[in-house]
């Protein structure tokens, strides 16, 4: 069989559903070309063949009883190690969950099934979706399918690169400041953060539980949107989860781009932006305004406050939620410990990597009697202020557009040991997450030495559909899908 692989979700689910190809000689084909690139990628922390085969078995069945079958038939699908899946191992890149098998999917993982996705495997993150490279994993280091010696960024590293790699078609990710947007620009494919409620949090292991969202990757806008369409929608189960009806994304896709008004905001354009990654983006909004949209420079002022206001909110989330891995419900315990104290210390000591230790201890102080009012009241404060810019610009736009990331993918070492730098990594993505808005990078061109350049998209609330329809008009001039990575390089 040829052409399922690498091919994308429309193309599969058509072989499918015609009998061309089954599900499972495109599932065969897919774990063929994952254990082939593997060894260099390492996306994966583990390939599921036994289950994913059997899930295709299930889906050529139905096809050949003549049931209907569902909008991601033998679609493979990957996901990230951050997501419950039922009776397999969920780390979240972290030790001290290594033996954690969860006893029931995440709501977006259920929903995945039900659709008839097969899933193929989960996928390697920074421990506890902390970071910006994936080098904050407990596990192996995933690598740029562009440039080997590269970090494919994060925390989805692991899902972008997979994606990228062409071991599957669509992956699911988490962002809470930038993590699924900014692999996807590192490692030139399309991501999405949707709207905060737009898609169930439940099932999906809590970093910072105001900003966290469950989001596709793909190799096309329109896989994205065909994701968004299976995962999106109110679940009982999670009282943030938004109850509106899902409109139909795919009819959004071929709007086009005429008359749009686009806000560029000036702020997203200083120093410390790499002049290559200007120009791509730049070059892409010369296309936007070519397909008949008009641009208009806007000013966000509060914008130097995210990084700051981020990480306070984020580790003072983060200290609370993680408070849950002492040693006693779940996950690693210390050996020969027999006082409650010392267990919960050992555990801990001993479970997590140095960042997420950093942002317990960064957490727990913003938090405390005395810093409370200092550190996270203002944060929440600066956080309505930095909404309100938003909503402001928002009265007269349809969207906004921005770099993804300031830079393209770093090498290995090159920040990791400097926070300050790594944080400022999300210095684009973050403001969405503070105020709770809908993201997508698509890639916009290739710099000099062959790496990918993201730009982000920006809706209204819950406004995915203008999202997704402005960035497929721009795919589709840009015409960026034809370059795949050799996946031998380094640079
Ligand atoms: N890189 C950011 C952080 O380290 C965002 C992570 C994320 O979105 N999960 O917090």
Redesign the pocket.
Known sequence: MSGACGGTIAEIRSLVSSGQASAVEICRAHLQRARDVEPRVKAFRALLEESALSQAETIDRDRREGRPLGPLAGVPIAVKDVLCTRGVPTTCGSLILRNFVPVYDATCVARLRQAGAVIVGKTNM?EF????STE?SAYEKTCNPWALDRVPG???GGSAAAVAAGEVPASLG???????R?PAAFCGIPGM?PTYGRVSRYGLVA??SS??QVGPLGLTVEDVARVLQVIAGHDPLDSTSAPLPVPDYLAALGKGARGLRIGVPKEYFRSGLDPEVETAVRSGLKIAERLGARLEEISLPHTEYAIPT??II?TAEASSNLARYDGVRYGHRAHDVHQMGPLYVRTRTEGFGS?VKR?VMLGTYVLSAGYYDAYYLKGQKVRTLIRQDFERAFEKLDAIVTPTSPTPAFRFGEKVDDPLA??L??IF??TL?LAGLPGMSIPCGLTRDHLPVGMQIIGRRFDEEMVLRLGAALEGEIKFGARRPSLDGTS
């Open positions: 920074d979706a902390m970071g910006s904050n994060g925390s989805s988490s962002d809470t400041g930038g993590s699924i900014q953060k970093f910072a900003l966290d981020y990480y984020a960042e942002r790594m944080y990594s999300d993505t973050v997450n």
